[in-house]
């Protein structure tokens, strides 16, 4: 039974604190020793310019360097490893002395953890594409058509929703700021919330959208049990919630356009389409590009939706490159690989990387930031 | 002006106010046919799509977005009304907003049953840690990015927006391998480490944005008037942002207060779950609990939902000013 108000007692709301309150003044400490130390060293011993600079930066990039370019150097490391839930022993301190295996870190490792992510092999003879889980739907072209179509699908659908909703909304309309209000809640909502809820309304027997559906004479669909229906139903949410984030972006390019431009073109005789085609869509471009692009990675790299709404299934149904990682790292079906899962979370960075560079060279997006 | 809004004004033009007449009779023609089909069955969905179909009829626009509001809106709706249900009645297939035999017995079990409340205090101090270390860190590394050219600057920001691009998972597994082989999993310690990781790139990138909207002239009269950089910085440009430091704590705290995918990786026992996790437990594979997961989600999203509509404006002008605006 649960001990005080819904488990708070004055013990663990103390317990809690301890741990945090020490952790913030430890923080802000060391932050100031780091500006004093460093102000002092580069502006009084080496006479740099730019000393108070790199002392304001210093925090942030201490930060950095321990949180994000450690554990990305680790990860690299880890590829180079045979780091499983069994063998994790020999990579605790505590439990060492258990250990099985020769050496924790090696080429070979590596080897095996690259060509495990593409190949399957038998007795040095390539005999399958690889899997990333352990069923066979789980190869790699196959994830990586899924999570193509699901970017595609995504990108395309918040793109004309947000749009649709931007040009409606950027006309002389009643009740604007009501609706504009309204229609970004989906963004507002936490994420966990709306997925759960979202999978609910999926339900078979008791959810919503079968309920709506009954109203119109269709039979029942068993939304989250079916993989193409499945499918339909995480890109559903996705898009649903993707909107919001793309009709504010438009509306904002929207109003930024001078209707002297709308004037002059209804001067020559440019209808509706025209204007739209040759006047709205350039110049919304600068703010496009860059939100398809920041769009593309977020909804490739989508995570939470899929592990809480179907955890990749059914029948890997649902399974995108990144959701196929995290269940090899700490799925319960599988032997939670995580050298192998390091190995599979390069290649998805690199197919990432690639692409970000192809699409931002031929686009020119982003090239404000790097200007300025 | 947009090219939609012309186009309306010239139909009118040409045909008078007779057509948005016939349209606003054929609008209510089928308003009252889906309130006679209601009536007739006893179903209110008849009435909801008439009054829908009438609008569009009628006004197109206001119709396509009074529907895309209710579908906007209707998931909090929904967990609202399940929130106040009976036990009994937890799986019924009404739709009813408050239901009959209305009761805050979900509510009252939270506080009773579960860990609820050591969930939501574990959250929250998780959460306020992240955001305040977020923004300390953040405000004077964004203001060396946005005044100085120094050495490194490009590749400094170039770098802060491929953060953007890493997988989730390329970060989970060597964090999760550091935080065991720390001896921190099951502490609230190990998830802050882990989440300020995608608190401090996004706090600089936004910060950074908003600095660049201030003109450098401040400072430099402040300094004429015999200020040094840094009470410069802290007397005029820190009080001036106070609008970007909250946004970009208000972030740090929305991303981290429903983060899930982490928590759940770090945190295995119930004693030190944040309230994701327990959320997602009560409507997990083996219990489902309609009841108690509707009533936690409406107590954890209605805080956050009044603060961000009433701070949607500057929410909104700020997350478009870090990610998007040069």
């Known amino acids: 039974m649960v001990q005080g108000i819904g488990g708070l007692t004055g013990e663990t709301l103390f317990a809690t604190l301890g741990q945090i309150v020490p952790l913030i ?40 360097l321990v949180f994000m370019i450690y554990p990305l150097l680790f990860n690299v490391l880890l590829a180079f490893s045979d780091l499983k839930r069994d063998t994790f022993g020999c990579y605790s301190p505590v439990s060492v002395a258990t250990c099985q295996l020769d050496h924790l870190y090696g080429l070979d490792y590596a080897i095996d953890n690259f060509t495990k992510v593409f190949f399957r092999i038998r007795d040095g003879q390539i005999v399958d594409w690889g899997r990333l889980l352990t069923t066979a739907g789980s190869t790699f072209p196959a994830l990586l058509g899924r999570t193509v179509l699901w970017t595609f699908f995504n990108v395309i659908f918040h793109f004309s929703g947000g749009l649709a909703l931007a040009l409606i909304l950027n006309q002389k309309i009643r009740l604007k700021g009501i609706y504009r209000s309204l229609i970004v809640i989906p963004w507002a909502l936490p994420g966990v919330i709306t997925f759960l809820t979202w999978k609910q309304e999926f339900h078979a027997q008791y959810g919503f959208v079968n309920i709506l559906l009954g109203g119109f004479g269709i039979a029942p669909i068993s939304w ?60 919304l471009r600068p703010i496009l590009i860059p939100a398809v692009t920041l769009d593309v990675i977020w909804t490739f790299n989508k995570l939470d939706l899929i592990v809480v709404m179907t955890n ?36 998805i960075f690199v197919i990432l990387f690639i692409f970000a560079i192809v699409w931002i060279t031929t686009s020119g997006g982003l090239k404000e930031i790097y200007e300025k | 002006m947009s090219s939609l809004s012309e186009t309306t004004s010239t139909r009118k033009r040409q045909s008078g106010l007779d057509w948005m007449q016939i349209r606003l009779i054929l609008g209510g023609i089928i308003a009252v046919i889906g309130l006679v089909l209601a009536l007739l069955s006893n179903e209110w969905g008849y009435l909801l799509g008439g009054v829908l179909l009438g609008l569009l009829a009628w006004k197109w626009q206001h119709g396509i977005l009074v529907a895309y509001s209710i579908l906007s809106v209707f998931p909090v709706l929904r967990i609202i009304a399940i ?45 306020v840690t992240v955001s305040i270390i977020g923004v300390v860190v953040a405000a004077t590394g964004a203001y060396a990015f946005s005044r100085w050219r120094f050495a490194g600057r490009r590749p400094g920001l170039i770098f802060l927006m ?119 437990d009560f409507i997990g594979n083996f219990n489902t609990d309609w009841g108690k997961y509707a009533a936690g989600s409406v107590l954890v999203t209605v805080p956050v939902l009044l603060l961000f509509m009433w701070q949607s404006k500057y929410l909104i002008s700020g997350l478009t000013l870090g990610s998007v605006k040069s």
């Open chain 1, 224 to 283: 989250l049990d079916n993989p193409i229906y499945a499918f339909v139903a995480i890109v559903f949410v996705n898009v649903w919630l993707g909107i919001p984030f793309y009709m504010v972006m438009l509306l904002g390019g929207l109003q930024s356009i001078s209707p002297e431009y709308y004037e002059a073109a209804q001067m020559d005789g440019a209808g509706a389409w025209q204007q739209f085609r040759f006047i709205t869509m350039p110049l």
């Open chain 1, 25 to 64: 003044i430890v923080v802000v400490i060391f932050i100031l020793a780091l500006e004093f130390a460093l102000y002092n060293l580069l502006s009084k011993v080496f006479k740099l310019q730019n000393a108070l600079a790199y002392t304001l930066l210093s925090p942030a990039a201490v930060a950095i």
């Open chain 2, 162 to 280: 491929t953060t953007q691009m890493i997988p989730a998972g390329m970060l989970i597994i060597p964090i999760y391998v550091i935080v065991a082989q720390l001896q921190l999993t099951n502490q609230i310690i190990g998830l802050v480490l882990a989440y300020i990781t995608t608190a401090v790139p996004f706090s600089i990138w936004i910060l950074k944005g908003y600095y660049d909207t201030i003109p450098p002239d401040l400072e430099e009269a402040a300094m004429v008037d015999g200020c040094n950089r840094m009470e410069a910085f802290y007397r005029i440009i820190l009080p001036l942002s106070t609008p970007a430091l909250s946004i970009v704590f208000l972030f740090n705290f929305l991303g981290a207060w429903a983060e899930f995918i982490v928590a759940k990786v770090i945190l295995v026992s119930n004693a030190v779950w944040t309230w994701p996790l327990g959320l997602n």
């Open chain 2, 83 to 127: 929130s106040l249900r009976p036990t009994s009645a937890l799986l019924s297939r009404t739709i009813e907003i408050i239901p009959a035999n209305a009761t805050l017995a979900s509510y009252s079990a939270l506080f009773t049953e579960e860990n609820f409340l050591l969930w939501v205090w574990q959250s929250l101090a998780i959460t």
């Open chain 1, 312 to 347: 990749g299934g059914p029948q890997e149904g649902t399974n995108i490159l990144v959701s196929a990682l995290y269940n090899a790292a700490f799925g319960t079906s599988a032997t939670q690989r995580l050298g192998f899962a390091s190995a599979f979370s390069i290649i």
